[in-house]
């Protein structure tokens, strides 16, 4: 099974239209495609199926539940599968099942420690601002951010408990819009508080997942990780912002084999 991987578009802002990849047996969205939804429009009758987790902008400037409910209705709309906290199994073309699980993956702020985590939070208020989003009424703060960021990790540790093969899949594929480990932190700003919104520690949940693909660092990565006898492969292959540069090392044809992860 080869997976086209996109994210971090930005199409409200970024001029870009994307084109299947040949060969995909199916497309990753990891989010951050376009904080307006409009972008996502361009994915519609997508010639494989397609698998959308939302990113952080997704969210921008409107209410956590109302967006989250939203969001749903429109992936039923376009014909993707939206992977909000939830998990789907598709079959390659040889018989072999992947299970796909998918989650937003928002910033705990404890990639430092706990010690850090003030600091980190009191980085993060920065970019919650700029994101302005609310739930529930309130704004949708750092301290907001992580508690939906453990729910996230608690779905995503029991589901990725039940292993990375089983009697009912032959390899599980993790999918976050937030990074899984400091591995992925950008190169340019290196590990300051600030990292701290866009990487989490998930490591120890690595050996439960063949690949983990993740998007909202503008930077590409493209890594293994072995622990406990298991390796992991962990990709980013977001776009980011043209007049920054960033898009120089994005490959929007990158086919990505889940049973040949280390190719």
Known sequence: MKIQLLSDLHLETEVYVPEPAPGADLLVLAGDVDSSWRGLQLFRDWPVPVLFVPGNHEYDGR???LARAGLHAL?????FVLLDNASCVRIDGLGRRVRFVGSTRWSDFDVFGA???AR?????SYFQRVMAATRDGLPFDAEAVRTEALRCLDWLTQELALGEVSDAWDATVAITHFAPSLRS???RYGKQPGTASFCNDDEALFSHARLWLHGHLHCQHNYLFERDGATTRVICNARGHLRKGEPAGFDPQMLIDVFNPTA
Not at 75 to 79: F, R
Not at 120 to 124: N, P, S, Y
């Open 63 to 65: 209410d956590f539940e």
């Open 115 to 117: 010690k850090e985590r």
């Open 75 to 79: 992936a039923a709309e376009l014909g």
């Open 120 to 124: 980190a939070m009191r980085a993060a």
């Open 185 to 187: 932190a950008d190169p």
